[in-house]
C-alpha cells in the first residue's frame, strides 16, 4: 500500500477484510496528510488545448485528485468504514480554495476552442479584444444590479471612437449576455454540475460550527438532507396538507378578487412592503464565496456581486411596468435593431409563462394562473419591477418562505443554491413541476435584465 511514482494506491479498499481497508485508509490518510502539508500555492497557469480541442487543466500536485476521490468513497463506497474514514481524512484537511460549479463556463469553452477561438482569450478578460472588455461593466451591472443601468452606461459603449459598438451590436450583445446569466441561474436550480468525482462538481470548505459535512457537493449537502427524507419514500401527511392549504388559498384570494378590488393607494403600499420585505429574504446558508480563478479569469471584479435594491439607505426609483414595458416598448426596440429575435423571445416569456399541466402535485384540472403570475412578479418585484394592476398581498398568501429563499437565491445568487434549498419547497410536488418553476425563474429574470438594459437604450435614442 505505498505511493509509487506520486499516485496513491487504492486497490486496498477493494478487500473484503476489514484489516486490510483500514491499513489501505491509514496509508491513504498519511498521503494526503503529508501532500497538505507541504502544498504551496501555485500561480494559475492557464489550460491548453487537447487534441481534440477540448480544455486541459493544468497539471497538479495530485491533491485534488486524491480528496475528489476521497469524497466519492465517502458517499458511495458500499463499505461503511470507508465511508466513514473517509470522510474523517476530508475532516481533517484545511482546503484553502473553494470549487464552484463550472459546468457552463467549461461547456463554453470548449465550444469556443471547437469553433477555432483563440485560446489566448481563455487567460484572462485582459486577453481579449478592447472592444469586448468594453463590455465588462455593464456584464457585470446586468448580472447583479441592472437597476443601475443608465443612458450614460449606454453612451460610452457607443461613442468610445476606436472600439465603439453599434446600437444592432449592442442589442445582439445584451440579449446574449442575459440569456447566459439566466441559463446559469437555470443550470445551478436543476442542480446539474459535473460527477461528483469530477473537477467542479465539489466544494471543499474549512469546517463549520453548522455539523455540516465538510465536503459539500455542489448543488447540495449530503447526509444532512437524508434527517428531511420520508423513511419509506411516501409523501408525508404533512405535505398532503400543505398543497391543499395552498389550493385553499387560490380559491380564497380569487373570491375576494371577486368580491372587491383594493384601491391604487393600497397596491401601491402592497408592493413596496413585498419590496422591503425580499430584502429581507435570505438562507441561512447565505455567505460569500469566492470563485476559482478557473472560472473568474473570464470576468473582472469578482467582488462585484448582487445587493438588494435599496438596501444601505440606496433609494433607487420603482420601475413602472405601465411606462415601460417588454410588450409595448422592449419587444419592438429589440425587433428593429436585431431582426426576428424579439419574436423568438416573446414567444420564449409566453411558452414560459403559460405552461402548464393543470396539476398541483396529486390533483389534476387545476387553474395554476394565479400561481404562475405570483411567481414572476416576485421576481420583478425583486428587481423593483412593478405591475400597477397586480395586488402584491398575493405573494405571501402563495408563496411560503422555504419557497422564497429558493427564488431569491436561484434568480440573484444562483451558485449559493443547494439541494436542501430545493428539496424544502414544494416537497410533495412532481420534479417536472419544480422544473417548470426554474423556467418561470430564468425567464422572469432574463427579462427584468432585458427591461433596465432596453430602458437605458430607448433613454439614450432619445
Known amino acids: 500500500m505505498e505511493e509509487r511514482e ?12 476489514a484489516a486490510t481497508r483500514a491499513a489501505a485508509l491509514d496509508t491513504i490518510g498519511q498521503a494526503v496528510l503529508r501532500r497538505s502539508e507541504t502544498i504551496a500555492p501555485v500561480a494559475a497557469v492557464p489550460p ?3 487534441a481534440d480541442g477540448l480544455l486541459v487543466p493544468a497539471a497538479r500536485d495530485g491533491l485534488s485528485e486524491v480528496l475528489a476521490r476521497l469524497l466519492m468513497l465517502s458517499k458511495r463506497c458500499p463499505f461503511p468504514d470507508v465511508r466513514e474514514k473517509s470522510e474523517a481524512i476530508l475532516g481533517g484537511v484545511q482546503a484553502a480554495a473553494r470549487h464552484q460549479c463550472s459546468y457552463l463556463v467549461n461547456l463554453h469553452v470548449n465550444d469556443f476552442l471547437h469553433v477555432g477561438g483563440d485560446p489566448k482569450w481563455l487567460n484572462g478578460l485582459e486577453n481579449a479584444p478592447q472592444k469586448l472588455q468594453n463590455l465588462g461593466e455593464l456584464n457585470k451591472m446586468l448580472a447583479h444590479r441592472p437597476w443601475l443601468i443608465t443612458k450614460e452606461h449606454i453612451e460610452q459603449l457607443l461613442k468610445t471612437e476606436e472600439n465603439s459598438w453599434s446600437l444592432a451590436e449592442l442589442i445582439h450583445a445584451v440579449v446574449l449576455l442575459t440569456h447566459y446569466h439566466s441559463l446559469a441561474s437555470f443550470t445551478f436550480g436543476c442542480g446539474i454540475s459535473p460527477e461528483i468525482d469530477c473537477e467542479g462538481g465539489h466544494t471543499f470548505r474549512p469546517p463549520s460550527v453548522s455539523n ?24 408525508p401527511v404533512k405535505s398532503v396538507c400543505e398543497v391543499e392549504a395552498l389550493m385553499e388559498k387560490m380559491k380564497q384570494l380569487q373570491e375576494c378578487r371577486d368580491e372587491e378590488e383594493a384601491s391604487q393607494e393600497e397596491m401601491a403600499t402592497r408592493f ?3 419590496k422591503r ?14 470563485p476559482t480563478r478557473d472560472v473568474s479569469r473570464h470576468f473582472e471584479d469578482t467582488s462585484y456581486g448582487y445587493k438588494d435594491f435599496s438596501r444601505h439607505g440606496m433609494h433607487v426609483p420603482t420601475f413602472r411596468v405601465q411606462d415601460y414595458s417588454w410588450e409595448d416598448h422592449g419587444y419592438s426596440l429589440v425587433n428593429r435593431l436585431y431582426p426576428d429575435v424579439g419574436q423568438l423571445l416573446d ?21 395554476t394562473s394565479m400561481l404562475r403570475r405570483a411567481i414572476w412578479n416576485y421576481i420583478h418585484c425583486m428587481f423593483g419591477i412593478r405591475y400597477d394592476d397586480y395586488d402584491y398581498g398575493e405573494i405571501n398568501q402563495l408563496l411560503d418562505r ?10 440573484c445568487t444562483p451558485e449559493k443554491t443547494t439541494k436542501r434549498m430545493y428539496d424544502s419547497f414544494w416537497r410533495q410536488f412532481e420534479h417536472s413541476e419544480k422544473v417548470h418553476v426554474n423556467l418561470l425563474l430564468v425567464e422572469a429574470r ?9 430602458r437605458a437604450i430607448t433613454r439614450y435614442m432619445t
Open 446 to 454: 432574463m427579462q427584468a435584465e432585458l427591461l433596465y438594459a432596453l
Open 402 to 411: 422555504s419557497f422564497k429563499v429558493y427564488i431569491k437565491t436561484v434568480v
Open 272 to 274: 413596496e412592503r413585498e
Open 347 to 367: 414567444e420564449k416569456f409566453h411558452i414560459a409563462y403559460n405552461l402548464t399541466y393543470n396539476t398541483m402535485a396529486m390533483h389534476k384540472d387545476v387553474d
Open 277 to 290: 420585505e425580499s430584502m429581507f429574504v435570505c438562507s441561512s446558508e447565505d455567505e460569500e464565496s469566492a
Open 212 to 235: 455540516y459535512c465538510i465536503c459539500d457537493i455542489t448543488n447540495g449537502y449530503h447526509g444532512v438532507d437524508e434527517i428531511h427524507a420520508s423513511p419509506t419514500g411516501s409523501i
Open 6 to 17: 506520486g499516485e496513491v494506491r487504492w486497490d486496498g479498499l477493494c478487500s473484503r477484510d
Open 48 to 50: 491548453t488545448r487537447a
